[in-house]
């Protein structure tokens, strides 16, 4: 089985920054890098959305138009961790965020393509 766990979530205001952390554990801990991952939100009442993705080997990503040139997806494959830096946080982009791993080289923004998913961290931003 694998788990994927974020952190990094919390309260912050408008204008400020958090980074998330996704670590990904259990039978897949030798082959993190046969995975590409990605950070999804979804805000009460929408669907889920893309934010970022990353190709297994960090060499591609995609950004949301929203948050492109503000958010910052990257990877460590020797500590089977993803991350995403957002700075410059928005009320709107107030939502739970989720990673989620798929053992494919390059990234999807399909939620549907995704096999594992964490439980969510919450991101709050305030005035």
């Known amino acids: 089985q694998v788990q994927l766990v974020e952190s990094g979530g919390g309260l912050v205001q408008i204008g400020g920054s958090l980074r998330l952390s996704c670590a990904v554990s259990?039978?897949?801990?030798?082959?993190?890098?046969?995975?590409?991952m990605g950070w999804f939100r979804q805000a009460p009442g929408k669907t889920r959305e893309s934010v970022a993705a990353i190709s297994r080997n960090g060499g591609s990503t995609s950004y949301a138009g929203s948050v492109k040139g503000r958010f910052t997806i990257s990877r460590d494959n020797a500590k089977n961790t993803v991350y995403l830096q957002m700075n410059s946080l928005k009320p709107e982009d107030k939502a739970v965020y989720y990673c989620?791993?798929?053992?494919?080289?390059?990234?999807?923004?399909?939620?549907?393509?995704?096999?594992?998913w964490g439980q969510g961290t919450q991101v709050t931003v305030s005035s």
């Open positions: 259990g039978r897949t801990v030798s082959s993190f890098s046969s995975y590409a």
């Open positions: 989620a791993a798929v053992i494919q080289t390059y990234w999807s923004t399909l939620p549907a393509r995704y096999d594992y």
